[in-house]
T-cell receptor, first 113, second 115 residues
Framework: GESVGLHLPTLSVQEGDNSIINCAYS??????FIWYKQESGKGPQFIID?????DKRQGQRVTVLLNKTVKHLSLQIAATQPGDSAVYFC????????????FGQGTELSVKP | DSGVTQTPKHLITATGQRVTLRCSPR?????VYWYQQSLDQGLQFLIQ???????AKGNILERFSAQQFPDLHSELNLSSLELGDSALYFC??????????????FGPGTRLTVL
């Protein structure tokens, strides 16, 4: 069935290092992918998105890479800070299903000072 | 603050009961989405409304129903509650305009505990 999954459930990095969070998806017909950050006790917060006709998109300190050949999505966070500690979810949107988002299980990022 | 509000913040009830969760979208947003987040199932899409009409449906149980009112706020009704319905329920809103690929803004959630 359709699924968006994450390779690692937890990731621990040193403050200042770069972080890479990975995600695999199963449906090659997906149009749009999004990364969300969820801090404890809060709702998911949009970080960055990428459409299926792109393979890279950059934001402030974040970069999303999309490899459609192997159905892989990654989120790179540069110079990781303690405030980046959270659970990160990738999500998939298929345009023919309205705004339905299919979320991965999440990766917990822990930043060590 | 995303601009999406949800009430109540916490809800504790007993099995077999019925509850209503309320969501007010961001000003101007026409779409409202409901998600359930549990430890075993993660974040699961339940249902989407656009300007009062149902737009997309996920694996929403028959015991659950939702609606969007003319003022665009939405309610999620959960009935015949079971222990397994204990979860965080999130509402999100977006203004899709002519595209369905619009950022969804999530509210703070309602934590439902069924005893």
């Amino acid at each position: 069935g359709e699924s968006v999954g994450l390779h690692l459930p937890t990731l621990s990095v040193q403050e200042g290092d770069n972080s890479i969070i990975n995600c695999a998806y199963s449906n090659s017909a997906s149009d749009y992918f999004i990364w969300y950050k969820q801090e404890s006790g809060k709702g998911p917060q949009f970080i960055i998105d990428i459409r299926s006709n792109m393979d890279k998109r950059q934001g402030q300190r974040v970069t999303v890479l999309l490899n459609k050949t192997v159905k892989h999505l990654s989120l790179q966070i540069a110079a990781t800070q303690p405030g980046d500690s959270a659970v990160y979810f990738c999500a998939e949107n298929k345009g023919n299903q309205g705004g339905k988002l299919i979320f991965g299980q999440g990766t917990e990022l822990s930043v060590k000072p | 603050d995303s601009g999406v509000t949800q009430t109540p913040k916490h809800l504790i009830t007993a099995t077999g009961q019925r509850v209503t969760l309320r969501c007010s979208p961001r000003s101007g947003d026409l779409s409202v989405y409901w998600y359930q987040q549990s430890l075993d199932q993660g974040l699961q899409f339940l249902i989407q409304y656009y300007n009062g009409e149902e737009r997309a449906k996920g694996n929403i149980l028959e015991r659950f129903s939702a609606q969007q009112f003319p003022d665009l706020h939405s309610e999620l009704n959960l009935s015949s509650l079971e222990l397994g319905d204990s979860a965080l329920y999130f509402c999100a809103s977006s203004d899709p305009g002519t595209s369905v690929t619009s950022e969804q803004f999530f509210g703070p959630g309602t934590r439902l505990t069924v005893l």
